[in-house]
């Protein structure tokens, strides 16, 4: 296959030294003006060496591979691995067949809601080096792809779940002990929250989902819950590194009911047994009434009688 010269001016190109420009790529996802309410929200984390991560909602993460269904809207939220690592600072996250491109610095406070639109392998981009492939697929098969039992049941340590060490954050950080789930606890109960829409403060409601979890870790009193006082602290990326926030979100995702730690109640203290005083026993009245040896029943006789009755004697 040749190329014509290309003019320029006066001067002429020859077209073997010149690359071709690459065929146009069909588009195989679409921006989305207004975010759906089931929109699959997927964390892009930029690491060392030009490397992607991402985290389903499920808690599976990917290494420079993108797994997503077909026509289902996706909203990427961006991070870092590493509060202000050089490495990633320049580092651009592209997929030509998306309308998507996001900077590991510029992006982490920005979200982008698409929607695929055909399923397909696409290229997946770091600037100006091909990383991996972003794979569209049929729903039945993402599904499969990012089943995680962490969702039904506590996180099992070893099994490598992200939730199981945002488990170890929630409880060396001391959240349990304000979201103990008891009836003095000082901050909303977390199980089986995320998903569902909560009253605020100041009005309106506020759905539960990896954006507002991070929003109420960094800035918590932006959006209180009504009924409550907003006392929880605001941890920064020195505190809590981001990758950590991250694991915290999985770990809330997963809770379901009955699944989060208890705070142990603190045992009334023991006394020794109070023994009772001996009890007297009852003092018996005495029901027998029969005559004294002073009383006779019926008519009295002299006393001389003694109160015996004599045959009349005789006239003599």
Wanted: net charge positive; with cysteine; aromatic share 6%.
């Amino acid at each position: 296959m040749t190329f014509p010269d290309i003019k320029s001016g006066d001067n002429t190109i020859p077209a073997n030294n010149t690359i071709p420009a690459p065929r146009p790529v069909p588009p195989a996802a679409e921006i989305v003006d207004t975010e759906p309410a089931n929109a699959l929200n997927v964390l892009a984390i930029a690491g060392e060496n030009g490397a992607w991560t991402f985290q389903h909602p499920s808690g599976k993460r990917e290494r420079n591979e993108l797994h997503l269904p077909v026509s289902r809207a996706v909203k990427f939220s961006f991070s870092q691995a590493k509060e202000g690592s050089t490495s990633t600072s320049g580092e651009r996250f592209e997929i030509p067949a998306f309308p998507l491109t996001a900077s590991a610095r510029a992006g982490l406070e920005k979200t982008t809601a698409l929607k695929t639109i055909r399923a397909g392998a696409f290229a997946l981009w770091n600037s100006r080096e091909r990383i991996g492939t972003a794979f569209v697929t049929e729903t039945s098969e993402y599904e499969r792809f990012a089943k995680n039992d962490s969702g039904t049941k506590p996180p099992i340590e070893g099994d490598g779940a992200l939730a199981f060490k945002g488990r170890q954050l929630f409880l060396k950080n001391q959240c349990i002990n304000c979201h103990s789930a008891t009836t003095n606890a000082k901050a909303p109960a977390l199980e089986g929250l995320f998903g569902t829409k909560v009253a605020l403060k100041d009005g309106g409601a506020q759905l539960v989902d990896e954006a507002y979890i991070v929003e109420s870790i960094r800035k918590p009193r932006v959006k209180v819950v009504d009924g409550w006082v907003p006392i929880m602290p605001a941890y920064n990326a020195e505190q809590i590194s981001d990758e950590d926030v991250n694991a915290i979100v999985a770990y809330i995702r997963s809770l379901k009911t009955s699944t989060a730690p208890k705070v142990q109640p603190t045992p009334p203290p023991t006394t020794p047994p109070v023994t009772p005083p001996p009890v007297a026993p009852p003092v018996s009245t005495p029901t027998d009434r029969r005559p004294g040896p002073q009383e006779v029943v019926g008519r009295r006789e002299p006393a001389a009688d003694n109160g015996i009755r004599r045959a009349p004697q005789p006239p003599r």
